[in-house]
């Protein structure tokens, strides 16, 4: 992707310019950012939606406000899990679409110039007329699309953020709106994180959001550590080291055994140090973690795969890079040369050419034959 060319996407500027002076910063109203919809063979149609909300392994939630009463519903649910079209005021989210549909899919790769180590997935918001999820905030950032129909946003960089109590959705308990849109088809509203924001549809409507991750601190911190300390073996105690084992040989008889030592304080403290001091160990970690498939998804091995003209990666694939590894779908593997330059471009572009295979070293054609039948790319015809 060129990151200096003015994008409709984005209102006419530059992926490099919005970086720059939006991202994390200020909202972005973009009429008319999606215009080809019928090239990308979307939206996709409600009853698509719905058979989709029924599957297993796909997270979908239907929200209803009766009488000023939220509720929420978490699927599969089943198209007579849904209320009736004429009903007011409900809300399904299908999450990670992207995963299942490979238009929309195409579509989220249009947001690309964000690392992919941030982007997360979209999802789709289909409301009845009146309906929403009420007014709240995000931790992270997100576009929303419109895709069907109209939805009327109103927005407030507020700094009062307060919940309501007792309710099963995180819905804010102070709102005063300082901005307000109608968005069209095709018309996209970008906000920050923590931006507080309430869309309400105006008869029937579907909204795309593209969402992006915003790894907590310590839930990330644990994972590391989680992986870090996996690098040990295979932990049975006859097979490690003396020197990786706690001694104590001027250990007094102690009053209070409840009292944990300071020498082994220490020990614990020098573990660490000596895990993260590792060459490339952090970097090797985080890589695996953020490539790592979510929880409900899963790869349908080739039985017979085609010989390897080009290769593209399957859309539920994550893949990315760093100065030494290459990762893909939690796995890490050492790189240098012409082949890790070729795994970089397949990293960022998902595909390589008939002529980006034929260069390809026999590890690295190996390496790719094994990912095709493992279901985690794809040999399709040059």
Not at 9 to 22: D, E, N, V
Not at 49 to 66: K, W
Not at 325 to 348: C, K, Q, T
Request: overall charge negative; charged content about 25%.
């Amino acid at each position: 992707m060129d990151i200096e060319q003015a994008l409709p996407l984005l209102g006419g500027i530059s992926p490099a310019q919005f970086m720059r002076k939006y991202w994390q910063k200020k909202p972005l109203l973009v009429r008319g950012a999606v215009t080809d919809w019928k090239a990308l063979d979307l939206p996709l149609p409600r009853a698509e939606l719905f058979a989709l909300a029924g599957e297993e392994g796909v997270e979908s939630r239907l929200i209803q406000n009766r009488g000023g009463e939220w509720s929420v519903k978490h699927g599969p649910l089943g198209r007579k899990a849904l209320p009736a079209l004429k009903t007011r005021e409900w809300t399904l989210l299908v999450q990670g679409v992207d995963l299942h549909r490979p238009a929309v899919h195409q579509l989220l790769q249009r947001f690309a110039f964000v690392p992919a180590a941030r982007l997360d997935d979209l999802m789709i918001s289909y409301a009845s007329d009146g309906g929403g999820v009420g007014p709240h905030f995000d931790s992270y950032d997100v576009f929303l699309l419109q895709a069907h129909g109209q939805r009327r946003w109103r927005i407030a960089k507020q700094k009062q953020l307060a919940l309501k109590e007792g309710i099963p959705l995180k819905i804010l308990a102070d709102f005063e709106p300082e901005e307000e849109y109608l968005l069209e088809p095709g018309d996209m509203l970008y906000l920050p994180p923590r931006y507080a924001h309430d869309g309400v549809a105006e008869g029937e409507c579907m909204t795309y959001s593209i969402g992006f991750r915003a790894p907590a601190q310590h839930e990330l911190a644990g994972d590391l550590l989680a992986r870090l300390s996996d690098d040990d073996g295979d932990g049975e105690p006859g097979a490690l080291p003396a020197s990786a084992l706690y001694k104590d040989p001027k250990q007094p008889a102690v009053a209070n055994p409840g009292e944990i030592p300071a020498d082994m304080l220490d020990f614990a403290r020098q573990a660490l140090e000596k895990k993260l001091a590792e060459p490339l160990a952090l970097a090797r970690a985080l890589g695996e973690s953020l490539t790592e498939p979510k929880f409900n998804v899963w790869f349908e091995p080739e039985d017979s795969p085609r010989m390897l003209e080009a290769v593209e990666l399957d859309r539920r694939t994550r893949m990315m890079y760093d100065e030494h590894h290459v990762f893909i779908n939690g796995e890490s593997y050492r790189a240098a040369g012409r082949d890790f330059a070729l795994m970089r471009r397949l990293a960022d572009q998902r595909r390589l050419s008939r002529s980006d295979v034929s260069g390809a070293s026999d590890d690295a054609l190996s390496l790719l034959s094994q990912w095709c039948e493992d279901g985690w790319a794809h040999a399709v015809p040059a």
